[in-house]
């Protein structure tokens, strides 16, 4: 125990220094944050929907909540309920288990809807395609707004997809 004691306090913390924030990093943020109220007039509500993944992009999702990405400074928040939700963040293939469930959850969000297919296989069917265990791509069940590619895509491509999405919406409207 004393040897391990020792051993923390001869190295001392061993971690990254903390990254500095410019003004321009904390202008683009706020920026994004003001564009978002500005389209939807209140923060944006996310429900997560996994039809079927491998929990990879999920990974990536729940990365977005850390405090290196600070997804909540924009005013996006995650919810429990379709009912809450202005946009579904659907990964994974859909599977013939959850197709039902997929269309019950578009129908319970409320209008305007805005639906962003996360990975490979939300997007393409990925290695799963159409079989007779998976729908395939995520708009073979629903309508997409936007596809967001990658196996799994970083937080930062995902993060580029909810806001071109929501940018999109409010030039539709």
């Not at 978002?36 to 999920?58: H, M």
């Not at 290196?68 to 990964?91: C, Q, W």
């Not at 079989?131 to 995520?138: F, K």
């Amino acid at each position: 125990m004393w040897h391990i004691l020792k051993q923390i306090v001869h190295t001392g913390i061993v971690t990254e220094p903390v990254p500095s924030v410019d003004g321009t990093a904390q202008a683009s943020v706020q920026r994004i944050h003001q564009d978002i109220l500005d389209i939807l007039g209140q923060a944006l509500t996310i429900r997560v929907v996994d039809a079927g993944s491998c929990n990879g992009c999920e990974l990536e999702i729940n990365a977005l909540g850390n405090p290196y990405y600070n997804i909540e400074g924009l005013g996006i928040k995650f919810v429990a309920s379709p009912r809450h939700a202005d946009m579904l963040l659907v990964t994974g293939p859909v599977s013939r288990n959850m197709e039902e469930a997929l269309r019950r959850t578009y129908d319970a969000t409320p209008e305007p809807k805005l639906v962003v297919a996360v990975g490979d296989c939300g997007c393409t069917g990925g290695i799963f395609g159409e079989t007779y265990a998976s729908c395939g791509r995520v708009a073979n069940v629903i309508p997409v707004d936007v596809m967001v590619p990658g196996c799994p895509p970083p937080p930062l491509e995902i993060l580029r997809g909810i806001l071109g999405v929501v940018r999109r919406g409010s030039q539709g409207r």
